[in-house]
């Protein structure tokens, strides 16, 4: 079976809150279950606890717990350290031997002087000393727009890193046209072009397509498209369905498909499919469960896969997330920006477009669930557009807050 990659989903979300004040949550502990075929019923069999040491409402450590003869044993644990904006600096996986806590994997991120990642390492622990294996550095432009970013990777040879591969964005405003991976020659001893994919937008800015093309290198040329990515929204204005398509022989055929679902702007079902060739029908391949309490928390999600022999889902992983209140934040705000931003779902950047831009500064904050200030950026009075990078963070749901004047807009946005 095949997955889908979703590599830019879009849609634009507006939820303008004026109420006096907003609880946030913090996530407590995460239970894992796998399907037991022999017994047909869920087995609890992972934990994840979660501490905050600041306040509550910074996660400091990430502890995995595996069940082993009816004991919750150690497995292992995430370490994580901030910088005084709340933005993350390190993160540390230590693997559990048995007796006591082992270095093993180590991320580490350097901010410039907007506050945007400008390095991104990933290192592995040999004693006695971290050895960085692969580091990412990263290009803006004025509005914060990343147009470049460039992997190295150890070269044993040298003890050195070396060039990889690259990426370039090229924008207009914010609104993403093309991005660029090319990889290193060493024979070369110059980047040559790999791959392309184009953005296609309609007249209100938001995603309709998504062209991928190889490099001719004979030619020296950009190929025709060999794939692309259709979108279309319901009447939310969220993505309900991606079509993928591979071009053959001068036409485009259908390959998956993903079928979004929501109730109250919650992503609820995320389904896949697989187009048959033969019946020239879609058919399941799998699928994602989620169930929201009241307060649009995330307290469960199921992963299964369709099994053709019988017609049917089948579990394969449940996973339930257990959430308390921490604070509340004031809102003491009132009226609407006229704000739009997607993608939402987002991969990595969200992008923001006002309709009415103010003559006043705008100030953005974005939250985790549990309302951990994890980044804010200060934007001039008079900008209509402008990107917001969120490459780093983990994949869930975050709060997002305008405010400029008076006037003040949350939004709820999912990372995948």
């Known amino acids: 079976m095949k997955r889908i990659q979703l590599v830019f989903t879009a849609l634009i979300v507006v939820l303008s809150i004026s109420a006096s004040a907003q609880t946030v949550f913090k996530l407590d502990s995460i239970h894992q279950f796998s399907w037991d075929q022999v017994t047909v019923q869920w087995d609890h069999n992972t934990r994840e606890l979660f501490t905050y040491d600041n306040g509550g409402n910074k996660e400091t450590n990430l502890l995995r717990l595996i069940l082993n003869g009816g004991i919750w044993e150690n497995f292992y644990q995430f370490n994580k350290a901030y910088n005084a904006n709340n933005d993350i600096e390190e993160r540390i996986r230590q693997n559990w031997d048995g007796s006591m806590w082992q270095n093993s994997e180590q991320l580490t991120y350097q901010y410039n002087t907007d506050d945007l990642v400008e390095t991104f390492s990933f290192a592995i622990f040999i004693n006695p000393t971290w050895q960085v294996f692969n580091q990412n550095t990263y290009l803006y432009d004025t509005l914060g727009n990343r147009i470049e970013d460039l992997l190295t990777e150890y ?222 950026k200060m934007i001039h009075p008079n900008t209509s557009e402008f990107s917001f990078e969120l490459n780093d963070e983990s994949a869930g749901s975050y709060v997002l807050h305008l405010y400029a004047g008076n006037k003040k807009e949350v939004f709820k946005i999912l990372k995948n």
């Open 155 to 376: 070269d044993f040879a040298s003890m050195m890193l070396r060039n990889k591969e690259r990426r370039t964005y090229d924008f207009t405003s914010s609104i993403l046209n093309y991005e660029i991976m090319e990889t290193w020659r060493t024979i070369l001893n110059d980047w040559e072009n790999d791959e392309r994919k184009d953005y296609f937008y309609n007249t209100d800015g938001v995603l309709i397509r998504e062209e991928i093309s190889g490099w001719n290198i004979g030619g020296g040329t950009w190929a025709t498209p060999y794939r692309q990515f259709l979108y279309s929204y319901n009447t939310d204005d969220l993505v309900e369905e991606i079509i993928d398509q591979l071009y053959v022989t001068d036409t485009w055929f259908n390959n998956n498909r993903t079928l979004l679902t929501y109730a109250s702007n919650n992503l609820t079902e995320f389904l896949s499919q697989e187009w048959n060739n033969s019946t020239l029908q879609w058919e399941n391949n799998f699928r994602q469960l989620r169930t929201f309490d009241l307060d649009d928390n995330e307290i469960e999600l199921i992963y299964e896969t369709w099994d053709d022999t019988v017609g049917a889902w089948e579990g394969t992983l449940r996973i339930l997330k257990f959430w308390s209140s921490t604070e509340t934040l004031s809102v003491n705000f009132e009226g609407a920006l006229e704000t739009s931003i997607y993608p939402n779902p987002f991969i990595d950047k969200l992008n923001i477009k006002l309709e009415n831009p103010t003559n006043t500064s705008l100030e953005v904050h974005l939250y985790t669930v549990s309302g951990q200030l994890i980044k804010q």
